[in-house]
């Protein structure tokens, strides 16, 4: 009677342990006593869940295979509740295989194995096997659980899977679980969102008998998603007059439509009301609103203050302000927040140094490109490809050749985009023949030649007065039909044969285009008529431009300068008469370099 007291005791000091927390003082009294005493299967099975859950939730592996070994020694591995308790902490150890092995040796299983097992697949990434194991579950007569659909469905929209979802949904439907869970219906509609789907999102949303705030958040950050920026809003104030109160995370999604739909006074209201409810203190938040007041040139000192203000400045906050500096082309300010970034002990990381890797672009400043170079290299950084293909494309419109072709040689895994950068290093500086180099090289290496490749030697081709190698480069991209020829194409390959004096077949390949030629592409052909005599046919073409285009002063002064040549002085004075009612001025193009 005294040892079956004992036992009890233990049991229940076991329990309390892990509800507790503390997983290892569990462990370690249940090894002192069951090493030390006789314990039968009906006295191990009910604390075997909490042990195991122990050596899971503390990543105890040893642990958890001397208790699955205990539980086959006692046949406690019977127990449902022992064997769905196994299959969950293999499946957070990431040993999926062996949850699977159990899974599989169970003589009965009941609706929490198969969810057990199939959360373990969705833990472990195993997304399509959990796909497979859901409806095989469904097919076996078990109901799922809410959660267990929400998550599913949540595997299908990372899956880009619509089918598979539209089944589910069609499933809930039928079993009636959609009009009693909240919660499903809101999985449902974020995961049409996620889909891009959002006609289906607003029918279920419409369907809902009860809409709480995640609901209405669910639809504003799917509408912010698919950037139905007035959606977003829409849903915000309409959430607002059924008297939901928004949340922080409602705040945060609505926050970027305000920013790309130019609404800072809406943005503003919503910071007071951040204010109000005391959400402004959260770091999250604090740099969703700094990304909003960076995207107006005005309110950067706002989202200073804000940055000031912030007792606490992580990552994503640093991000926020450096990117807003960079967006409006203020290098030396945004060097000045990645300097007091490292000096508070905070670590840029390559979203950081890709936003000023474009501001130093934007701003051809090739001093700050360098010492963001010398940063990534320093810190490792250098190895994220995108980090080093956005070097040398800002070393090739600085006009670097010699950096460029270095930096290419520094990156260690070269893909499409390197190769690529490479190409338009050599088109700017109009080195057509290392150009064709390196794309037929690039060939013959076996990577993949993409439409921005084709365009990007296309250029260079333009540029270096190429014009056959040019023109057998695109007969052989329409010949082969690998790659989808855009306007861009046609527009490159229409001014190359301009410029090469092939003018009739520059029109020939006009009038053989799959889509309606756009104002470049007539802009090249007047300029080329206009350079080889062609006076008569610019002059038509030129009119057709001015219909197309009547408010861009390009056109008119393109005509002018083709009466001009044709020493029709009265049609010159007409056609600025012009310019000068409509109030059109042609703006004069610059360039910058750093010195």
């Known amino acids: 009677m005294k040892q079956n007291l004992i036992k009890i005791d233990f049991c229940s000091e ?10 290892q003082e569990a462990l370690s009294l249940s090894k002192q006593l069951l090493y030390h005493s006789s314990f039968t299967q009906e006295a191990i099975t009910p604390i075997l869940p909490s042990l195991i859950k122990a050596s899971s939730l503390s990543q105890s592996h040893h642990a958890g295979l001397q208790l699955h070994s205990l539980a086959i020694k006692t046949a406690s591995i019977s127990d449902l509740v022992v064997s769905n308790s196994l299959i969950s902490m293999y499946a957070k150890f990431l040993h999926i295989q062996s949850a699977c092995e159990l899974f599989d040796t169970m003589p009965e299983r009941d609706i929490i194995s198969w969810n057990s097992l199939i959360m373990g697949y969705i833990q472990n990434g195993c997304f399509t096997k959990a796909l497979e194991l859901f409806k095989q579950m469904c097919a076996n007569g078990h109901t799922p659980k809410p959660e267990l659909t929400a998550s599913i469905l949540s595997t299908c929209s990372r899956m880009g899977e619509l089918k598979p979802g539209r089944e589910i949904h069609g499933m809930v439907i039928v079993s009636g679980l959609m009009s009693e869970s909240v919660f499903l219906s809101t999985s449902m509609v974020d995961f049409y969102m996620r889909c891009g789907d959002l006609r289906s999102a607003f029918w279920i949303f419409d369907q809902m008998m009860e809409r709480n705030e995640v609901a209405w958040t669910a639809m504003i950050s799917g509408c912010t998603a698919n950037h139905e920026y007035e959606m977003a809003i829409d849903c915000f104030l309409a959430m607002q007059a059924a008297g939901i109160k928004a949340n922080r995370v409602t705040l945060i999604s609505v926050l970027p439509a305000c920013a790309e ?3 800072i006074k809406h943005g503003k209201e919503i910071h007071g009301y951040a204010l109000r409810h005391t959400f402004d203190s959260e770091l999250c938040f604090s740099a969703s609103l700094i990304h909003m007041y960076s995207q107006f040139e005005g309110a950067l000192q706002t989202a200073m203050t804000i940055m000031e203000r912030s007792k606490e400045k992580d ?9 807003s500096f960079s967006q409006h082309g203020n290098i030396i300010e945004a060097m000045k927040y990645f300097n007091r970034m490292q000096s508070e002990g905070v670590k840029p990381n390559c979203v950081t140094l890709l936003e000023l890797i474009s501001a130093c ?5 090739v001093t700050s490109g360098r010492a963001i170079h010398c940063y990534s290299l320093k810190s490792g950084l250098f190895s994220y490809a995108l980090v080093g293909n956005s070097l040398i494309n800002m070393y090739a419109k600085c006009g ?9 040689t520094e990156v260690i895994v070269k893909d499409s ?10 088109g700017i500086s109009g080195c057509g023949d290392e150009a064709l180099a390196v794309f037929y090289e690039m060939q013959k290496r076996g990577v993949e030649v993409d439409s921005i ?49 092939k003018v009739e077949e520059a029109c020939e390949l006009v009038w053989q285009m799959p889509m309606k030629p756009s104002i470049r592409i007539w802009s090249s052909l007047v300029s080329a008529c206009t350079d080889h005599g062609r006076l008569d046919v610019a002059e038509r073409l030129a009119g057709q431009l001015v219909s ?10 393109l005509l002018s300068m083709i009466y001009a040549k044709s020493d029709d002085w009265l049609s010159v004075a007409a056609v600025r008469r012009v310019m000068r009612i409509k109030g059109l001025r042609k703006k004069h193009g610059f360039s910058r370099i750093e010195i």
Request: hydrophobic content about 45%.
């Open 14 to 23: 076991v329990i309390e342990l892990v509800q507790k927390g503390l997983y």
């Open 261 to 263: 739909l130019g609404l």
């Open 315 to 323: 990552i994503v906050m640093w991000g926020s302000i450096i990117g």
């Open 361 to 365: 672009t934007a701003q051809s400043s």
């Open 400 to 408: 670097s050749l010699t950096d460029t072709r270095q930096t290419f």
């Open 417 to 426: 985009f390197s190769w690529t950068a490479l190409l338009n290093a050599y």
């Open 453 to 501: 490749a084709l365009l990007s030697i296309l250029s260079a081709c333009n540029h270096s007065g190429l014009v056959e190698e040019g023109q057998q480069l695109f007969k052989d991209a329409i010949s082969e039909g690998k790659i989808s020829l855009s306007m861009e194409h046609y527009a490159c390959q229409v001014d190359l044969l301009s410029r090469g004096g």
């Open 548 to 557: 197309l285009e009547p408010d861009n002063a390009a056109n008119y002064a």
